[in-house]
């Protein structure tokens, strides 16, 4: 078990920069001290190192810049921004779609549906009432009602629970599945998790620990359609972005999808425009070829 680290001061984060083999010719020590103290803090920051290479006899970072770490930070805002944006709008479209095929299904009602859910799956029916109860921006639509309605419960779940949800119905409809396949959207979870809550996303990208025990064969198929090698589909993340593009380019209209396609852009401009620090990082060279053909699929 790792010991635990003492609290560093910023004298000694910026030292450990140095003890770490990473350089600054772009920034001064003040500079940087005023990046760790008012814009991002220091072990936020030093993760974008794994996307380098370590000399095994120094132990030292190879080619790394502070200015690459403070870029791939940048970088990454963008795109977590880009995708969380194409996880939304999947999760609204696949709310659409339900209630579509509700609207339409004479044996239902639009109470028994979550009457049922509540019974399979009481405790996630109950957290799901308890966070509609206590939110101030709803509480007009909780205090109007007794009984739930699948259309204000949509309204008031987590894509965990419109998940679950969706299965649910599946079963009991398993015409519904040749709309919405409830498998796939696991993956959408994955990316929508981390960018809901901001996580740092461009790192471990092709690292074994992020290594899936087999490949998705229908990921498999869709990535062939973006013309992206099948090596790359054994990580999480290159795995869930190539399905969250696919049933994004699916599900969205052609004025929503033109609307991405600009956001996509802008992000594979952010990346391009220091490429130049990011000579020895052969995942982020590698993360932007394979992102650059998720965003031109789009364009199909």
Not at 189 to 201: E, L, S, Y
Request: proline share 2%; charged share 25%; with cysteine.
């Amino acid at each position: 078990m790792e010991e635990n680290k003492p609290k560093l001061s910023f004298d000694d984060l910026f030292n450990k920069l140095d003890e770490r083999g990473i350089s600054n010719k772009f920034h001064t020590k003040e500079q940087i001290i005023e990046i760790f103290s008012e814009r991002n803090y220091y072990y936020r920051l030093i993760s974008y190192r794994k996307n380098y290479r370590k000399n095994t006899k120094s132990n030292k970072y190879i080619g790394l810049d502070f200015k690459a770490l403070e870029d791939l930070a940048s970088i990454d805002t963008y795109l977590r921004e880009y995708l969380l944006h194409l996880c939304l709008d999947i999760e609204h479209l696949l709310k659409t779609k339900l209630m579509t095929h509700i609207t339409f299904n004479s044996s239902e009602d639009g109470y028994n549906l979550v009457s049922d859910f509540e019974k399979l799956f009481p405790e996630q029916f109950n957290k799901s009432k308890m966070q509609f109860e206590k939110n101030n921006y709803k509480k007009d639509m909780f205090q109007k009602r007794t009984i739930t309605s699948v259309w204000v419960f949509l309204e008031i779940i987590d894509f965990g629970t419109l998940i679950k949800f969706i299965r649910f119905y599946t079963e009991k409809y398993p015409e519904f599945e040749s709309i919405i396949k409830y498998k796939h959207l696991y993956f959408i979870k994955n990316i929508r998790n981390a960018c809901a809550h901001n996580d740092v996303f461009l790192i471990n990208l092709f690292h074994p620990t992020s290594e899936m025990k087999y490949r998705n064969p229908v990921v498999v198929s869709f990535a062939s359609l973006m013309n992206i090698e099948n090596k790359y589909l054994i990580y999480n993340k290159i795995n869930d972005i190539v399905m969250l593009h696919f049933l994004h380019n699916k599900f969205s209209s052609s004025s929503l999808r033109n609307r991405r396609i600009k956001e996509g852009q802008l992000v594979l401009e952010r990346f391009k425009n220091n490429i130049f620090i990011h000579t020895h990082s052969s995942d982020v060279h590698q993360f932007l070829k394979i992102f650059s053909k998720c965003v031109d699929y789009h364009t199909q």
